[in-house]
């Protein structure tokens, strides 16, 4: 029903920035909460932030406060997540999800996911 597409990833020194975006469709994109995720190897997914479906509220998980910023246009039906000030410890899979019944930005479960884009940190 919603598709996701993940883009943006890329292999960058640490100390370096990249932006990923996440373009959606097949749904209403203003009424979904959109998050970013990331998986490292051999670590469990862990959600890195999340935007509430107007644009209003933000979550960002410690490790990446003041460092990433999640943000989203509407009218292109997409989630941007940019990234600063990356370290090593920032290499993953990130993927991006939408959902639409929980309003709370701390909740986990998504209905729907993208395939991942890959991040790799140098130091």
């Known amino acids: 029903q919603v598709q996701l597409v993940a883009s943006g990833g890329g292999l960058v020194q640490a100390g370096g920035s990249l932006r990923l975006s996440c373009a959606a469709s097949?749904?209403?994109?203003?009424?979904?909460?959109m998050g970013w995720f990331r998986r490292a190897p051999g670590k469990e997914r862990d959600s890195v932030a999340a935007?509430?479906?107007?644009?209003?509220?933000?979550y960002y998980v410690d490790s990446v406060k003041g460092r990433f910023t999640i943000s989203r246009d509407n009218a292109k039906n997409t989630v941007y997540l940019q990234m600063n000030s990356l370290k090593p410890e920032d290499t993953a899979v990130y993927y991006c999800?939408?959902?639409?019944?929980?309003?709370?930005?701390?909740?986990?479960?998504?209905?729907?996911w993208g395939q991942g884009t890959q991040v790799t940190v140098s130091s």
């Open positions: 097949g749904g209403t994109f203003s009424a979904y909460r």
């Open positions: 935007i509430s479906a107007g644009g209003g509220r933000t």
């Open positions: 999800a939408a959902d639409r019944f929980y309003s709370d930005l701390s909740q986990k479960k998504y209905d729907y």
